[in-house]
């Protein structure tokens, strides 16, 4: 047997990790990436360690091909991985997109509990199971590593997954995936079925076992670290447990348990565990997603000490209170920055700091941008930075942009905007009235650039605490089947919402993959 990453049966400490943040995380509504946002994450994901990049699902639409072929292409040390389900021209298609990958691999799924073969496949068992072996067979006539999940395993009979896994190992797969699709298992039920699995099984010694868990039941990090107990050692999780419904098991949960209890769970993963910070920032970024307060490792709570008893643990010793540091994970100390007599060669090592890496360009629109930040606002945190950045990295290619805003707000009349849009360089005007500024906002931006999609979420946060704070905000927009989010930081409000509405349209328009966004009337 063949396999790239890792040999089956050696190593057995060594886990792999196969991120599936821009194929399942991606999945879920709201969270739809744009090529560039993917392409950072992949980026990302390479460098802090991943094992395997899960890039997506290539016959999904063209636009889920083009990203897993580009990262494919550019992806130095990680596998990238597509999806496909059973059909012939799913795999091929997927093939096509991985091909150009130093290491590529299928990832070929197919439904082998009874409710699902029942109701959603409609294919009595025997059919299934000649469907496996067509599946993995095609797979391996492109490329060597072939993972083959059978998608709602922990609701299968065990007799018959076990058929189907000895067909899939027959037929060339190299890694087996275990699904608990639906979050139902609990932890020793899913190490019990890898036991079982792996022991039954006459070939399982020739492939690597995989956990792949949702969050349902909250269980998700618990049932993946279970069945490394049972023998897996592959572990598909994403970035702030981001996926369908509750979501996947969390790779930074994973990878931090797997370090600190290395004494009950001794298992090794690649992950530079100092980038889980900063890859959960850039996640929650691009998708919008805000990251819960108090998630473990990267919530903005993680590592707060907030009643006395435990400050003055801490300041005795810190090991009262912490099992690991802040640094561990990549959370530096909230630390003032330059102020706006600082200097450009400053700037860059502090954006290098916070493990940004930006082109001459980009570095350039970001240090003016922060020349301005530091103008208008009297203390400029790392967060500060991080939302400046990130607005200006994420909105780089958009090509509808904000010049100018002037807002009436306040109790007397109506509230009013006044709008310059630059849309493929043409600046464009509009005065727009509203029920409110935010409204009267958006409704310039219709009149400039008019559409049919429906806002969905307004959101605003502060980026630091204090009345001048950064505002971000976040705007998701649906158009038929796209959603997409936008984001904007600014320390006007306002604005940061005109800025999060654009960022959005611009996602529509490359979703939509469009000519020109048309200034005014043809609508973007
Ligand atoms: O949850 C699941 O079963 C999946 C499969 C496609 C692996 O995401
Ligand atoms: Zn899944």
Same mark, same amino acid.
């Given at each position: 047997?063949?396999?790239?990453?890792?040999?089956?049966?050696?190593?057995?400490?060594?886990?792999?990790?196969?991120?599936?943040?821009?194929?399942?995380?991606?999945?879920?509504?709201?969270?739809?990436?744009?090529?560039?946002?993917?392409?950072?994450?992949?980026?990302?994901?390479?460098?802090?360690?991943?094992?395997?990049?899960?890039?997506?699902?290539?016959?999904?639409?063209?636009?889920?091909?083009?990203?897993?072929?580009?990262?494919?292409? =550019? !992806?130095? +040390? *990680?596998?990238?991985?597509?999806? #496909?389900?059973?059909?012939? $021209? &799913?795999?091929?298609?997927?093939?096509?997109?991985?091909?150009?990958?130093?290491?590529?691999?299928?990832?070929?799924?197919?439904?082998?509990?009874?409710?699902?073969?029942?109701?959603?496949?409609?294919?009595?068992?025997?059919?299934?199971?000649?469907?496996?072996?067509?599946?993995?067979?095609?797979?391996?006539?492109?490329?060597?590593?072939?993972?083959?999940?059978?998608?709602?395993?922990?609701?299968?009979?065990?007799?018959?997954?076990?058929?189907?896994?000895?067909?899939?190992?027959?037929?060339?797969?190299?890694?087996?995936?275990?699904?608990?699709?639906?979050?139902?298992?609990?932890?020793?039920?899913?190490?019990?079925?890898?036991?079982?699995?792996?022991? =039954? !099984?006459? +070939? *399982?010694?020739?492939?690597?076992? #995989?956990?792949?868990?949702? $969050? &349902?039941?909250?269980?998700?990090?618990?049932?993946?670290?279970?069945?490394?107990?049972?023998?897996?050692?592959?572990?598909?999780?994403?970035?702030?447990?981001?996926?369908?419904?509750?979501?996947?098991?969390?790779?930074?949960?994973?990878?931090?348990?797997?370090?600190?209890?290395?004494?009950?769970?001794?298992?090794?993963?690649?992950?530079?565990?100092?980038?889980?910070?900063?890859?959960?920032?850039?996640?929650?970024?691009?998708?919008?997603?805000?990251?819960?307060?108090?998630?473990?490792?990267?919530?903005?709570?993680?590592?707060?000490?907030?009643?006395?008893?435990?400050?003055?643990?801490?300041?005795?010793?810190?090991?009262?209170?912490?099992?690991?540091?802040?640094?561990?994970?990549?959370?530096?100390?909230?630390?003032?920055?330059?102020?706006?007599?600082?200097?450009?060669?400053?700037?860059?090592?502090?954006?290098?700091?916070?493990?940004?890496?930006?082109?001459?360009?980009?570095?350039?629109?970001?240090?003016?941008?922060?020349?301005?930040?530091?103008?208008?606002?009297?203390?400029?945190?790392?967060?500060?930075?991080?939302?400046?950045?990130?607005?200006?990295?994420?909105?780089?290619?958009?090509?509808?942009?904000?010049?100018?805003?002037?807002?009436?707000?306040?109790?007397?009349?109506?509230?009013?905007?006044?709008?310059?849009?630059?849309?493929?360089?043409?600046?464009?005007?509009?005065?727009?009235?509203?029920?409110?500024?935010?409204?009267?906002?958006?409704?310039?931006?219709?009149?400039?650039?008019?559409?049919?999609?429906?806002?969905?979420?307004?959101?605003?946060?502060?980026?630091?605490?204090?009345?001048?704070?950064?505002?971000?905000?976040?705007?998701?927009?649906?158009?038929?089947?796209?959603?997409?989010?936008?984001?904007?930081?600014?320390?006007?409000?306002?604005?940061?919402?005109?800025?999060?509405?654009?960022?959005?349209?611009?996602?529509?328009?490359?979703?939509?993959?469009?000519?020109?966004?048309?200034?005014?009337?043809?609508?973007?």
């Amino acid at each position: 047997m063949s396999n790239p990453t890792v040999s089956a049966g050696s190593n057995k400490d060594r886990v792999l990790i196969f991120d599936t943040t821009l194929r399942d995380g991606e999945q879920c509504p709201g969270a739809s990436m744009t090529l560039e946002e993917k392409l950072e994450v992949a980026d990302l994901l390479d460098a802090m360690g991943v094992d395997i990049i899960e890039a997506g699902f290539p016959i999904a639409s063209e636009g889920d091909f083009e990203s897993v072929s580009e990262i494919a292409r =550019r !992806v130095k +040390n *990680a596998t990238v991985c597509g999806l #496909s389900r059973a059909a012939p $021209n &799913d795999i091929d298609r997927c093939a096509e997109a991985v091909k150009h990958a130093r290491r590529g691999r299928i990832h070929t799924f197919i439904s082998t509990s009874p409710v699902h073969m029942k109701y959603k496949l409609q294919k009595e068992p025997h059919q299934v199971l000649e469907l496996v072996t067509n599946q993995v067979t095609r797979a391996r006539s492109h490329v060597e590593d072939v993972e083959w999940s059978a998608e709602d395993a922990t609701r299968t009979e065990m007799d018959f997954l076990c058929r189907c896994v000895e067909a899939a190992i027959k037929a060339g797969a190299t890694t087996i995936n275990l699904p608990d699709t639906v979050g139902y298992t609990v932890p020793d039920e899913y190490a019990a079925m890898f036991r079982a699995v792996r022991e =039954r !099984v006459p +070939n *399982a010694d020739k492939a690597i076992f #995989s956990v792949h868990c949702h $969050n &349902d039941l909250g269980m998700a990090v618990a049932n993946s670290i279970a069945g490394l107990h049972g023998g897996a050692r592959q572990i598909e999780c994403t970035i702030n447990g981001i996926g369908e419904r509750a979501g996947n098991a969390a790779l930074e949960e994973i990878v931090m348990a797997l370090r600190v209890r290395g004494d009950v769970a001794p298992y090794d993963t690649g992950i530079e565990p100092t980038m889980l910070t900063r890859a959960s920032k850039l996640v929650s970024a691009v998708t919008s997603f805000p990251v819960q307060y108090n998630k473990a490792i990267v919530g903005r709570n993680a590592f707060a000490h907030e009643s006395g008893i435990h400050q003055d643990g801490m300041l005795k010793n810190t090991q009262t209170y912490e099992i690991m540091t802040p640094e561990s994970v990549g959370v530096s100390k909230t630390s003032l920055v330059m102020g706006k007599h600082s200097g450009r060669h400053a700037f860059k090592e502090k954006l290098k700091d916070l493990g940004y890496s930006l082109g001459e360009n980009a570095l350039n629109d970001a240090f003016t941008r922060f020349k301005a930040l530091a103008d208008r606002k009297k203390h400029v945190y790392d967060e500060d930075i991080e939302a400046l950045v990130d607005d200006e990295l994420l909105n780089a290619h958009d090509r509808v942009k904000v010049v100018a805003l002037t807002v009436i707000a306040g109790t007397m009349g109506h509230q009013s905007a006044t709008l310059t849009l630059d849309m493929d360089g043409q600046h464009v005007t509009t005065q727009s009235t509203g029920n409110g500024p935010v409204d009267a906002i958006f409704n310039a931006i219709h009149a400039l650039a008019p559409h049919k999609a429906t806002l969905e979420l307004y959101q605003v946060h502060a980026v630091t605490e204090g009345t001048d704070a950064q505002a971000e905000v976040s705007v998701r927009l649906s158009e038929g089947e796209a959603t997409v989010t936008g984001k904007g930081a600014d320390p006007d409000t306002m604005v940061a919402s005109a800025r999060a509405y654009v960022s959005a349209l611009n996602k529509l328009m490359a979703k939509r993959g469009r000519g020109r966004p048309a200034a005014m009337n043809a609508g973007v």
